[in-house]
């Protein structure tokens, strides 16, 4: 995104801030000017808006520690004028780790109500939230209420809210991973409807009925694409990888390489000497070559060293959280010390969108 506001790291997670909240600041500051509230009263809205996305971040901050005790990283943090997502590597799959994942968010806004409540009167004014804002205690009441509301909102149980991902959790203790999902994925399916009933016949709020339409939306996705990756933890990466492909020499010319690469489908090239690999020469930096933004003249000049090599007898599905967490495109394949293939993403697509082809049935009973 091109147009996103200076990102900066929390506990080494980048934390991007969507230009579009630059939108939502302008418009709640246009909307209580409106009011009639006055400067003190337009800079208190705001103050409170920066102040509800500071908690927000904190909330995502809670799930992306949580997630690093059990050694999955967060790519990054990103502040959306809807709230924050924090994109995790993966998620976590026992379900005693994806329960404290899952809490470990509203459980930050639960330590925050805590802590203002005291300079609150240990009062949260629900009421106040709805008069517009004078510069004064309300503030701190109004920030303790809307985060009794973040965590009483995303303990609801429907997918991608927290509450989905406890229920998931706790269904998941008895049933299988894929049946699990697959009933949170009801109930947050059912309390979509619900929302939509709630918004649109009930209190004439569209704002929730679209609110419906995303869980609803999220709870099939997160379904699918669960039975799609349970449907592939008995392939291997030996499955998956292409077998039919260019190897190059260290000496091989990149001028040859160049008019190979024109010529055919192969976007990376392993660089092989007396069949031990010794590294990869990536597409993107072949093409920086051909278009004279770098130096060399043979593959051993651009060559990559890689340090993932896969084992062919590897399960497929713990690669394809490797690559949804790096830009590699082109990972080898070994056996015995020696190339036998190459797994790539277009290599992985074809399989997902084969699924199913080629292999005997599992006796699993599902149909
Ligand atoms: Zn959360």
């Given at each position: 995104?091109?147009?996103?506001?200076?990102?900066?790291?929390?506990?080494?997670i980048?934390?991007?801030?969507?230009?579009?909240?630059?939108?939502?600041?302008?418009?709640?500051?246009?909307?209580?000017?409106?009011?009639?509230?006055?400067?003190?009263?337009?800079?208190?809205?705001?103050?409170?808006?920066?102040a509800?996305?500071?908690?927000?971040?904190?909330?995502?901050?809670?799930?992306?520690?949580?997630?690093?005790?059990?050694?999955?990283?967060?790519?990054?943090?990103?502040?959306?004028?809807?709230?924050?997502?924090?994109?995790?590597?993966?998620?976590?799959?026992?379900?005693v780790?994806?329960?404290?994942?899952?809490?470990?968010g509203?459980?930050?806004?639960?330590?925050?109500?805590?802590?203002?409540?005291?300079?609150?009167?240990?009062?949260?004014a629900?009421?106040s939230?709805?008069?517009?804002l004078?510069?004064?205690?309300?503030?701190?009441?109004?920030?303790?209420?809307?985060?009794?509301?973040?965590?009483?909102?995303n303990?609801?149980?429907?997918?991608p809210?927290?509450?989905g991902?406890v229920?998931r959790?706790?269904?998941?203790t008895?049933?299988?991973?894929?049946?699990?999902?697959?009933?949170a994925?009801?109930?947050?399916?059912?309390?979509?409807?619900?929302?939509?009933?709630?918004?649109?016949?009930?209190?004439?709020?569209?704002?929730?009925?679209?609110?419906?339409l995303?869980?609803?939306?999220?709870?099939?996705?997160?379904?699918?694409?669960?039975?799609?990756?349970?449907?592939?933890?008995?392939?291997?990466?030996?499955?998956?990888?292409?077998?039919?492909f260019?190897?190059?020499?260290?000496?091989?010319?990149?001028e040859?390489?160049?008019?190979?690469?024109?010529?055919?489908?192969?976007?990376?090239?392993?660089?092989v000497?007396?069949?031990?690999?010794?590294?990869?020469?990536?597409?993107?930096?072949?093409?920086?070559?051909?278009?004279?933004?770098?130096?060399?003249?043979?593959?051993g000049?651009l060559?990559?060293?890689?340090?993932?090599?896969?084992?062919?007898?590897?399960?497929?599905?713990?690669?394809?959280?490797r690559?949804?967490?790096?830009?590699?495109?082109?990972?080898?394949?070994?056996r015995n010390?020696l190339?036998?293939?190459?797994?790539?993403?277009?290599?992985?697509?074809?399989?997902?969108?084969?699924?199913?082809?080629?292999?005997?049935?599992?006796n699993t009973?599902?149909v």
């Amino acid at each position: 995104m091109k147009l996103a506001l200076p990102s900066f790291q929390l506990a080494g997670i980048p934390v991007r801030i969507h230009w579009t909240f630059l939108l939502l600041v302008g418009w709640v500051a246009l909307s209580t000017s409106a009011a009639g509230v006055g400067t003190v009263g337009v800079l208190a809205n705001v103050a409170l808006l920066v102040a509800v996305f500071v908690c927000v971040v904190l909330h995502e901050l809670g799930h992306a520690l949580a997630a690093r005790r059990y050694g999955i990283e967060t790519r990054d943090i990103t502040l959306l004028p809807i709230g924050g997502v924090a994109r995790l590597e993966r998620l976590p799959r026992r379900p005693v780790e994806e329960l404290v994942v899952a809490l470990a968010g509203p459980a930050v806004n639960v330590v925050i109500v805590l802590a203002l409540l005291p300079l609150t009167g240990w009062t949260t004014a629900f009421a106040s939230l709805l008069e517009p804002l004078a510069f004064d205690v309300s503030l701190v009441r109004r920030l303790a209420a809307i985060n009794v509301i973040m965590v009483a909102f995303n303990m609801l149980p429907a997918f991608p809210l927290d509450g989905g991902r406890v229920l998931r959790a706790l269904l998941a203790t008895r049933l299988s991973y894929t049946r699990a999902t697959d009933a949170a994925a009801v109930v947050g399916k059912l309390a979509a409807v619900g929302f939509a009933v709630l918004g649109l016949l009930v209190l004439g709020n569209p704002l929730l009925a679209l609110v419906g339409l995303f869980v609803y939306f999220a709870a099939s996705q997160e379904a699918r694409q669960v039975r799609v990756r349970e449907r592939l933890r008995d392939l291997d990466v030996g499955d998956a990888m292409a077998t039919r492909f260019e190897v190059v020499s260290p000496d091989t010319p990149l001028e040859t390489i160049a008019h190979a690469y024109v010529a055919g489908g192969q976007a990376d090239f392993p660089v092989v000497l007396e069949g031990s690999l010794q590294g990869v020469l990536r597409e993107a930096d072949l093409v920086d070559w051909m278009c004279g933004r770098t130096p060399g003249e043979t593959a051993g000049d651009l060559a990559r060293s890689t340090d993932t090599l896969l084992h062919d007898r590897r399960p497929l599905v713990e690669v394809l959280d490797r690559f949804a967490a790096t830009k590699t495109a082109t990972l080898p394949v070994v056996r015995n010390g020696l190339l036998v293939g190459l797994l790539t993403r277009s290599a992985v697509e074809r399989v997902l969108a084969a699924d199913g082809w080629g292999r005997t049935p599992s006796n699993t009973g599902s149909v």
